[in-house]
Structure formats: structure tokens, C-alpha cells
């Protein structure tokens, strides 16, 4: 019963808010996959998440 109360609630977005919600969904998920393009990001990650355990 949640879910389908969330998707009334995009239902009901205006165009022009789904249009702005997935072009900046859009611009996140491109800014997180340039920084997999840089080695030094990765690794500092690599150890940040290694350093967990």
C-alpha cells in the first residue's frame, strides 16, 4: 500500500518537476561516474571502505 501511495505522489508531480527531479537525478549519477574515472578517487575509497574492517 506504501509504494503505490508514493507513485500516486510522482503521478501527480507536474511535467515540468519530473522533468527538473530526473535531469538532476541525471547530472548526480554522470558527476559519480566521472569520479570512477579518476585512479587517485578510487583508491582513496578503496581504503576508506577497506579501513571499515
Known amino acids: 500500500m506504501c509504494a503505490r501511495l508514493r507513485l500516486k505522489g510522482l503521478e501527480a508531480m507536474k511535467p515540468i518537476q519530473k522533468t527538473l527531479l530526473y535531469a538532476s537525478l541525471a547530472v548526480v549519477l554522470g558527476l559519480v561516474f566521472t569520479l570512477y574515472t579518476r585512479p587517485d578517487f578510487v583508491m582513496t575509497l578503496a581504503n576508506q571502505v ?4
Do not use: D, H, I, V
Open 50 to 53: 577497506w579501513g571499515c574492517f
